[in-house]
């Protein structure tokens, strides 16, 4: 059985950081590109960020503009995203998800979805 599980949320203070971390189960993580989505209170689901299978490539959305970092350890089974400067128009709930043998921003590519993990962004 799939599973991906996300932690790491909570609520914190506008500049402040977090650090999600989402553990795999269940697939060859190695196998699988991975992503992290969100969906905020404004918008649908949208597209975060995503690692290639290895770690070797990265790709962002436009408006983490250089605050978030994506990572992954394979030994682990494990993806993460470190964000900072976090502001309010961050804060919905953080999805990671599990495509295999892809590298892709779509959310449509994505076989696997954890449940969330929330992020509130608030003084």
């Known amino acids: 059985q799939v599973r991906l599980a996300e932690s790491g949320g909570g609520l914190v203070q506008p500049g402040a950081s977090l650090r999600l971390s989402c553990l795999a189960s269940g697939i060859v993580f190695g196998d699988y590109g991975m992503a992290w989505f969100r969906q905020t209170p404004e918008k649908e689901r949208e597209y975060v960020a995503t690692i290639y299978m290895d770690g070797r490539a990265t790709h962002y959305a436009d408006f983490p503009q250089g605050r978030f970092t994506i990572s992954r350890d394979n030994a682990a089974n494990t993806v993460f995203l470190q964000m900072n400067n976090l502001t309010p128009s961050d804060a919905g709930v953080y999805f990671c998800?599990?495509?295999?043998?892809?590298?892709?921003?779509?959310?449509?590519?994505?076989?696997?979805w954890g449940q969330g993990t929330q992020v509130t962004v608030a003084k």
């Open positions: 998800a599990a495509a295999k043998g892809r590298f892709s921003y779509l959310e449509s590519e994505y076989d696997y």
